[in-house]
Each structure stands twice: as structure tokens, then as C-alpha cells.
């Protein structure tokens, strides 16, 4: 092989490979996913980018993707933490979603927002778990963790199924 032609074969073999490395790390940069679980044939569970929000001793993370002038919420994981939270705390928790408060609550729900969908009520929890490294109290904060999430068997569509995933959020 010339010195021209193996010159020109390693500047394009690297300029390709410098591509191929800035692709990869734009990607992951990205947000934005997919949860899981066997609810997932029933529901279009991709969201662009997902929200932490503490207020009104509720703690929700909302997986949300924008449409038109709105957002939908593909799927929202809330918690009543205020009797969790000493005053000043701002570490993680580990909150058992399907624990009985009393009077048929459990201290987690599952919702979902989509324009153009029947609302929906998703049964109660049989298990369920939401972990978040830090609670979300600023603006701009970025807040990680995961959840699961497994309903009571029952007649439901929804009945016995299961969500999960890892998230990093931002407060809005």
C-alpha cells in the first residue's frame, strides 16, 4: 500500500471513529427512555424526560413527553412523605408505596395524563418501592433513583402487572 493511500485510510478510519465516539456520547446525554414491566404491551410507557417535585408533603416523579403546547404524563409516581421528612432534611428515602395509612390509602398512587386517552385509574398496590438519592429542593437540581411498582391481582386490565425503572430527574 502507498504512503498516500495508507495516509488517507487512517485519516478517514479516525475521523470516522471520532464520529462514532461523539454520536455515542451525544446519546447518552440525552434523556429521555423507557420504563418497563408488563404493563408495557398494554401502554406506550417512552417518556422524553422526567420531573421531581416535593410539595404539599407529596413527593411525585412525573415521566413526561411534551405534545403541541402541553406535556403528557406517561406515568406519574407519587408519595405522601410528610410524616417521613424530619424538618430540614434534604437526604434520600426508601418509601414502601404499598403501606397502609389507614382508611384504604396507601401512601403511593400511579397516575397517568395522555391527551386523546380515557383517564385511568391503575388498581392498588400489592409491593412497590420508590428510592431517590436526595429529595428535589431547588430548581434545576438533578435527582436520581428507581422504582417498582406491582398491582393487586384482580379484574382490572391491569391487574397483577408490573412497572419499573431508573430515573434521573430535574425539579422544574
Known amino acids: 500500500m502507498s504512503a498516500r493511500l495508507h495516509s488517507t485510510t487512517a485519516r478517514g478510519l479516525r475521523t470516522l471513529a471520532l464520529t462514532a465516539l461523539a454520536a455515542g456520547l451525544c446519546a447518552c446525554g440525552e434523556e429521555g427512555g423507557t420504563l418497563e414491566g408488563s404493563v408495557s404491551p398494554l401502554l406506550d410507557l417512552r417518556y422524553r ?20 403546547s ?9 408519595a405522601r412523605v410528610g410524616d417521613m421528612i424530619p ?8 418509601i ?10 396507601q401512601r403511593g398512587a400511579i397516575g397517568r395524563a395522555v391527551l386523546d386517552e380515557p383517564a385511568r385509574a391503575f388498581p392498588q398496590l400489592e409491593r412497590g418501592s420508590l428510592v431517590v438519592d436526595r429529595l428535589p429542593t431547588a430548581q434545576g437540581q438533578r435527582v436520581s433513583g428507581d422504582f417498582h411498582v406491582t398491582f ?7 391487574s397483577g402487572r408490573t412497572i419499573f ?4 430527574a430535574t425539579v422544574p
Open 152 to 158: 393487586v391481582n384482580g379484574i382490572d386490565i391491569y
Open 96 to 105: 414502601n408505596l404499598a403501606e397502609d395509612l389507614g382508611g384504604g390509602a
Open 70 to 78: 402541553g406535556v403528557n404524563t406517561v406515568l406519574k409516581v407519587s
Open 165 to 168: 425503572g431508573s430515573f434521573e
Open 87 to 94: 424538618e430540614g432534611y434534604t437526604g434520600g428515602l426508601d
Open 49 to 68: 424526560r422526567a420531573e421531581a417535585v416535593l410539595a404539599e408533603g407529596e413527593l411525585s416523579i412525573n415521566f413526561v413527553t411534551p405534545q403541541g
